[in-house]
C-alpha cells in the first residue's frame, strides 16, 4: 500500500513540472473562454476571435469548452444546448449557420485548433463538458485525442485537459500520462482525485476557503493548483496570496495589471 501511495506521489510531481516549469514560481493567467472581453473579440466567448486575441496578449493560456454533435462533430461551445436543440442530440449540420455576437459561426474544434497551432506558446486549457452517457463521454475523449494529435497538439506542454466529469478526467490521465489534468467540482479532495490519478484541481476559488486543508493537501501531492472563476481584484489578490498555479479570469488584462507581468514573460 505504501509503496502504491509512493507511486502516486512520484508520478503526480512528474505529471506537475509541465505547468510549473512554465510558470518558473509565478502565477500563469488563463483567459476564461479566450479572451472575448475586449472589442476586438466582438465579446464573444469561445470565438476563434478571442483565441486569437488571448494569444496576442500573451497570457500564459486560454481556456473553451467542448462539446459533441450526435455525428461526432466536436464544437467549442459551453451550453450543452444551441437554440433550443441539445447539442449532443442533433447534427453538426443543424448548428452549423449558427451566428456567435461577433457575426462568427460557432467554431468546431478543428477551426478552433487551426488557430491554435499559429502560436504554439499559449497553453490550451482544454475542457471538455459532461454527457449522460459514459459511452458518448468516452468518445469525446477518444476523439479531443485524435483531433491534437493531428493538428500535433499532443505535448503536454501545450495542453492541460480539465472537466465536470470524473469520468472524463480519469480518462483523460490514462490515455495521456505525463499531461496535466484537473477536476472542476468540489466532490473530490484533492487525495481522492490523486488516488484516481488526477494530476491537478481546477477549484471554485470559494473552494478553498470551505476546505481551507485543500491547498496543502493537493501540494503535498504534488498536484497542479488552477482555480476560477475569478474577476473581482479582491478575489485575486486572495488567490495571488495562496499562491495557486494558475488564475482563470474573464478578465485577464486586470489580473495582469495586478502582477509583475513583464518579470513573468521574461520567465519563460
Ligand atoms: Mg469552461
New binding site residues.
Partial sequence: MKKTIFSIIFCLTAISVSVSAQKAGNVGIVA??GYWNCPEAGYARNSVAALKCAQDAGFWGT???VNMTKDEVLVVF?DDTVAGKKIKDHDWAEFKDIRLENGETIPTLDDYLAQAVKHPETVLVF?LKPAPEQEFENRMVDLSVERLKEFGIDTPDRVIFISFSINICERFARKMPGFTVQYLDDDFSPAELAGRGISGVDYHYGVFGKHPEWYDEARRLGMTVNCWTVNDPKDMEAMLGLGVDLITTDCPDKLKSKINFEKFQNNF
Fill in positions: 476564461h473562454r481556456e473553451f469548452d459551453h475542457e
